[in-house]
């Protein structure tokens, strides 16, 4: 019995190997005329196009394709296939043509094949994330940002980001994020933005162009009224005149009127370009960690009235390293009225050569300068800002240059 079992098996052995055994070169039936037999020929290899059949005395004869043809698999046809001539507009040569592959054409970065056209990736808006990325074979996947996620951005790369651990950091929630805004938090009950700053780089170069050089004493009533949607009452606007000083009213008054109308199209689109502007500041500032010596060397090389040694030392313990620097900037500029917060950085930036700061710092600094000088968004809207306001803001200021 057990011999019968072994020699069944063996059998099986046998047999699976022989069914699932390929055979190489590949094969292709072939009449001989001359014999009359059907014969088993080898199929000619990439590269080669078939010149002549085997016989009964003769192996399969195969020949090179010639000069911009190829042939890219075992085969049994008499000509090569022609290469693609040329790619299509908007792509480059990824693979060249040879006698084994045809030219491989792509379509070029940030675009995508569809058709026979190479057609931009889609950029998902605010509020969406990317859920795939763009290919040169498909096109960006946006996907609506879940629960507990966020995107202010316009961007055909940029995932979903996390909403801000409030509690994780030690802080309270004061303001709940969406789809398109991250989670605001405090630590004392006032909501902060960067380390509690009043007004933002970002916040400054944008809202620059509404300022007049020259004040007259009603301009900041004047402005409040023109502005659209909800205004700004007129508690809050003496409020503003008795705290700060000239451009930092303005300032202070437009960020108020932007926070009271963060519902309106046209402020929204504010608000998201502002926090691109930061992320991108910040990123450029991620590197400056000094010591409260060097903040201090910092703050003396600003022109004009200088920030005290107390509010650095609250700075240090308040402030991450990557926000000390703004924060101690927003400070100099309220004590200094109407000081350009980039042309006092120059300044400081001049003076800070015989101070040896590291060379990280420094060019954090430029970077940051660089970046806000070539910030084009509040030139974008200056127009349209104008008009908004109407005719009585722009006479206003006309009458005051």
């Avoid at 660089?370 to 200021?397: A, C, D, P």
Wanted: glycine share 4%.
């Amino acid at each position: 019995m057990n011999k019968v079992l072994c020699c069944a098996l063996v059998f099986l052995d046998i047999s699976i190997k022989w069914t699932t055994q390929e055979t190489f070169p590949p094969k292709y039936l072939h009449h001989d005329p001359e014999t009359s037999r059907q014969l088993m020929c080898d199929k000619c290899p990439p590269g080669t196009y078939l010149k002549q059949h085997c016989t009964a005395r003769r192996k399969t004869v195969c020949a090179p394709c010639p000069d911009n043809y190829y042939t890219d698999t075992w085969h049994i046809s008499d000509e090569c296939l022609y290469c693609t001539p040329v790619c299509k507009e908007l792509q480059y040569i990824k693979q060249e043509c040879n006698r084994t592959h045809n030219r491989v054409c792509e379509c070029e970065e940030g675009r995508y094949l569809e058709v026979e056209f190479c057609l931009k990736h889609r950029s998902c808006p605010p509020g969406f994330g990317v859920l795939h990325t763009g290919t040169p074979e498909r096109n960006t996947v946006c996907k609506r940002c879940p629960d507990g996620f966020f995107s202010n951005e316009t961007s055909s790369k940029a995932p979903c980001r996390k909403h801000t651990n409030c509690s994780a950091s030690g802080l309270l929630l004061t303001q709940r994020g969406n789809a398109t805004h991250d989670n605001v938090c405090s630590g004392s009950g006032e909501p902060t933005h960067i380390c509690g700053i009043d007004v933002t780089l970002c916040e400054e170069a944008f809202f620059r162009f509404a300022v007049p050089t020259k004040f007259t004493p009603d301009w900041l009533s004047v402005l409040a009224d023109s502005l659209p949607g909800t205004k700004v009452n007129a508690e809050s606007v003496e409020r503003i005149k008795r705290r700060h000083s000239s451009q930092e009213q303005t300032f202070q008054l437009l960020k108020l009127w932007k926070h009271q109308n963060k519902e309106q199209d046209m402020v929204k689109k504010i608000i998201q370009d502002i926090d691109l502007c930061e992320s991108n500041v910040r990123r450029h500032m991620s590197h400056a960690n000094l010591t409260s010596e060097q903040l201090r060397r910092l703050m003396e090389s600003l022109p004009g009235k200088k920030v005290s040694t107390e509010d650095i030392e609250k700075t240090t313990k308040a402030c991450q390293p990557s926000e000390q620097i703004l924060k101690l900037l927003s400070l100099w500029r309220i004590k200094n009225g109407d000081q350009d917060t980039l042309k006092g950085l120059i300044h400081a930036l001049k003076h800070l050569k015989t101070y040896h700061f590291p060379k990280t710092v420094t060019q954090s600094l430029k970077k940051t300068i660089r970046f806000l000088h070539g910030f084009t968004m509040y030139r974008l809207y200056q127009k349209l800002f104008l008009e908004m306001i109407g005719n009585q803001v722009q006479s206003v200021k006309i009458s005051c240059l």
